[in-house]
């Protein structure tokens, strides 16, 4: 029997859990020996590795986070952990490694290949949706419901009292949430890092719809924008003359019931993970395109900062 392991590294996502669960009852279907490897890189170094079994997963498909836990490792920086990890794994006779995480943890993943040899498959996992050559990252799905439902609330207060509401999404330098929210709630204004934007050239048209009966905005901002939230919500107040409210999501994106498409994601990125390692792919990322599921290098996922994708972009200048 072979044995293989699973980690979660980086900022967790609902989805992780459903990913666990396929992850013990798929390899144990194909005859190999599952493990966990608590707290990401952190777990490897300090061996916190142990076998896992169907009781392990049993209750946790429809929980947020990651039952495993989730960390960012300093140590796993530097070669002397690295050393330990591999250890580690030899006691245990553990030669694949199955990591959910982004691109910063497939690049250690790389290096460690490379020094040690244990093979590995990564799984796009972050809520940002910003990892190259995938189109879609576990975790996205469930955040864009969390956004969705937030939106639909704070649209009932702002419509009832009359307010201009800024609504901060996370997404680090990427857009991605901001903009799927904004075009699937109709809010009136959206924000992101990937376009350039002067809040003059909207102030005629929005003083002109308050005049025509317009009693509140709402405007989606993403946490990269070059402006605070703040500063957004006093041109609101000063610009256009509306009393306005600032809302800043924060890690509620993070957390929540994961949605069908996660778990199904989850369900098949694991799937094609394991079916990669035993088929002698030593060290890709599986990723998620228009053609389908389809194994990438570390390279060709690290290499480029992910772009936008166009057809969303180019919605952002249409009325
Ligand atoms: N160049 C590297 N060498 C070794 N480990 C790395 C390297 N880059 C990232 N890692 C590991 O991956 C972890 C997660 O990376 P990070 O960039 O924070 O998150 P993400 O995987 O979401 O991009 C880091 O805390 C570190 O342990
Ligand atoms: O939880 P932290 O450390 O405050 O980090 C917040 C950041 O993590 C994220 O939620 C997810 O980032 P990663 O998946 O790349 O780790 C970002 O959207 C956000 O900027």
Known sequence: MQNIAILCSGGDVSGMNPALKHFVEYTLQKNLTPYFVYDGYE??????IEQASYCDVSGIINRGGT???S???????????????????????????VVLGGDGSFRGL?????ETGIKFCGIPATIDNDINATDYSLGVDTA????????????????????AFVIETMGRDCGYLA??????SGSELCLIPEKE???????????????NGRKYFIAIVSEGIKQDSSEIAQWFENKIGMESRVSILGHIQRGGNPTIYDRLMAYKFITHAVDGLLAGR??????????????NSIEEVTSKTKELDAELLSYLDKP
Do not use: P, W
Request: proline content about 0%.
């Open 144 to 163: 864009l419901n969390i956004i969705k439902t937030s939106i639909d609330a704070i649209r009932d207060t702002a419509s009832s009292f009359k307010r």
């Open 71 to 97: 960390a960012r490792s300093q140590r796993f920086m530097q070669k002397k952990y690295r050393d330990i990890a591999k250890q580690n794994l030899d006691t245990l006779g553990i030669e694949m490694l």
């Open 67 to 69: 039952k495993i836990g």
């Open 197 to 211: 934007y002067d809040l003059k050239s909207f102030e005629d048209d929005f003083k002109k719809q308050i005049k």
């Open 179 to 184: 903009l799927v929210s904004h075009l699937t």
């Open 43 to 48: 777990g490897l170094i300090d061996n916190k």
């Open 282 to 295: 030593d060290e890709s990322v599986i990723c998620y395109t228009k053609s389908g599921f389809e194994f």
């Open 110 to 114: 790389d290096i460690f290949y490379k």
